[in-house]
């Protein structure tokens, strides 16, 4: 993890909460998806499993990337893009996230 402020990779704070799940912080099941709320830039950082609400944490990115340093190769991920891998040391593959419509 950087060791100063400035070398901060991403356009979010460290500090910034994001979404995450109980196996991940646990260090049971790896970040297989990640994705960033096209309307604020939030951060999901998931198994890519479903889960139940129970299992949702709110921890710093920061946190995160000091649980997985691989998720620093996601600091240009814009809002509105999802990035996925097929396991931990797997190359991501990305795309936009389809816009979404009121009807």
């Given at each position: ?70 998720l620093?190769?996601l ?7 999802m ?21």
């Open positions: 993890m950087p060791s100063e402020p400035r070398d901060w990779p991403f356009d979010s704070p460290p500090d910034v909460a994001c979404l995450t799940v109980r196996s991940i912080v646990e260090g049971v099941k790896p970040v297989l998806m990640a994705s960033r709320d096209a309307n604020d830039g939030a951060w999901q950082l998931l198994t890519g499993d479903a889960f139940d609400a129970a299992e949702e944490m709110r921890v710093s990115l920061a946190s995160m990337i000091g649980r997985d340093p691989t620093l190769q600091a240009d991920l814009q809002p509105g893009w990035a996925w891998r097929e396991h931990l040391g797997a190359p991501w593959s990305r795309h936009a996230e389809a816009a979404q419509t009121d009807d």
